[in-house]
């Protein structure tokens, strides 16, 4: 795709000349940034959901238990996450910057991602967005599995709780132990699609409105991490049922169906144990899509040669 900036003789060259590259850089850097300064809250909040209970999974105590697995498992996720996403945005939405003009007549570039066409770009980002968790979820469910069964206590640390997973080949099979490594696959999908189907959209949107209002060419890390803040609080409330869902499947000690998993939350806990840890869900959401989202939209720009 043609930059955009090659077209002010005065601004700084681009580093990275490939915009594959640039998401995946970007998308790693971002990943690893946002998992690692949020870990404990995600603890916290994996044992509010657990069926132990909060206390008996390790209430306040070795929050950052687990946190291997969130180190290996985070810049791939994010970076596959990125590529994906990116890529059906260069394809399906306009390459060419067109000219609009500011309120004082003034003309002024617009970058294609910005063109107004706000039905199909939502669409696009939409799409994009779903494409790229499921890319993404192929690292995290894993990582995910491993990572919380450490965080809840059932073992000593995420090293261990692979170990538990892989040596269970010995008398069930490798079959097996993909089906643990990837246990709460489909309810993980059906959580994080909807989430981002949410949380993209409105960011693009929400950046979108900041650029019309000031007429810059791509909004600023720390603007790009405050409406993800809000973009990211929307969507973890929506879909914090399903967050419920997916972790107390993963942490369950033997294999069980979302409906039948569903019935027993309902009937043992009622309905306001889907709404478990929303408190701690939003507000570690809302922190990581500052720092996941501005991160990103911070090594993109500097990566793109885009003027902070």
Same mark, same amino acid.
């Given at each position: 795709?043609q930059?955009?900036?090659?077209?002010?003789p005065?601004?700084?060259?681009?580093?990275?000349?490939?915009?594959?590259?640039?998401?995946?850089?970007?998308g790693?850097?971002a990943?690893?940034?946002?998992?690692?300064?949020?870990?404990?809250?995600?603890?916290?909040k994996?044992?509010?959901?657990?069926?132990?209970?909060?206390?008996?999974? @390790?209430?306040?105590?070795? %929050?950052y &238990?687990? !946190?291997?697995s969130?180190? #290996?498992g985070?810049?791939?996720?994010a $970076? +596959?996450?990125f590529?994906?996403?990116?890529?059906?945005k260069?394809?399906?939405?306009?390459?060419h910057?067109?000219?609009?003009?500011?309120?004082?007549?003034?003309?002024?570039?617009?970058?294609?991602?910005?063109q107004?066409?706000?039905?199909?770009?939502?669409?696009?980002h939409?799409?994009?967005?779903?494409?790229?968790e499921?890319a993404?979820?192929?690292?995290?469910?894993?990582?995910?599995?491993?990572?919380?069964?450490?965080q809840a206590?059932q073992h000593?640390?995420?090293l261990?709780?692979?170990?538990?997973?892989?040596?269970?080949?010995?008398?069930?099979g490798?079959?097996?132990?993909?089906?643990?490594?990837?246990? @709460?696959?489909?309810?993980t %999908?059906? &959580?994080? !699609?909807?989430?981002t189907? #949410?949380?993209?959209?409105?960011?693009? $949107? +929400?950046?979108r409105?900041?650029?019309?209002?000031?007429?810059?060419?791509?909004?600023?890390?720390?603007?790009?991490?405050?409406?993800?803040?809000v973009?990211?609080a929307v969507?973890?409330?929506?879909?914090t049922?399903?967050?419920v869902?997916?972790?107390?499947?993963?942490?369950?000690r033997?294999?069980?169906?979302?409906g039948?998993m569903?019935?027993e939350?309902l009937k043992?806990?009622?309905?306001?144990?889907l709404f478990?840890?929303?408190?701690?869900r939003?507000g570690?959401?809302?922190?990581?899509?500052?720092i996941?989202?501005?991160?990103?939209?911070?090594?993109?720009?500097?990566?793109?040669?885009?003027?902070?």
């Amino acid at each position: 795709m043609q930059d955009v900036l090659s077209l002010h003789p005065g601004k700084r060259k681009q580093w990275v000349e490939s915009p594959y590259l640039r998401s995946l850089i970007a998308g790693g850097l971002a990943g690893t940034t946002v998992d690692l300064s949020l870990y404990p809250l995600d603890t916290l909040k994996t044992r509010l959901q657990s069926s132990t209970g909060f206390t008996a999974s @390790g209430g306040f105590s070795g %929050i950052y &238990r687990g !946190v291997g697995s969130a180190l #290996i498992g985070s810049a791939p996720g994010a $970076a +596959l996450f990125f590529i994906t996403y990116d890529s059906i945005k260069r394809a399906l939405i306009p390459t060419h910057p067109t000219i609009a003009y500011t309120a004082d007549g003034k003309p002024r570039r617009v970058p294609p991602e910005y063109q107004h066409n706000e039905g199909r770009e939502a669409g696009v980002h939409m799409l994009a967005a779903s494409l790229g968790e499921v890319a993404a979820c192929a690292v995290r469910v894993p990582t995910e599995v491993v990572k919380q069964r450490a965080q809840a206590k059932q073992h000593p640390s995420s090293l261990t709780a692979l170990q538990h997973i892989l040596a269970q080949r010995h008398t069930h099979g490798f079959v097996h132990v993909w089906m643990e490594l990837y246990r @709460g696959w489909s309810i993980t %999908i059906m &959580r994080e !699609v909807p989430f981002t189907v #949410i949380q993209f959209p409105l960011w693009e $949107a +929400l950046k979108r409105m900041r650029i019309a209002k000031t007429g810059k060419k791509e909004v600023s890390g720390l603007e790009g991490g405050v409406l993800g803040s809000v973009a990211g609080a929307v969507a973890a409330g929506v879909t914090t049922p399903l967050d419920v869902l997916k972790t107390r499947l993963m942490l369950s000690r033997e294999r069980v169906g979302m409906g039948m998993m569903l019935k027993e939350i309902l009937k043992t806990n009622g309905p306001g144990a889907l709404f478990a840890g929303i408190g701690p869900r939003i507000g570690w959401i809302s922190a990581g899509g500052a720092i996941f989202l501005g991160s990103y939209q911070w090594a993109s720009n500097l990566l793109g040669g885009v003027e902070q």
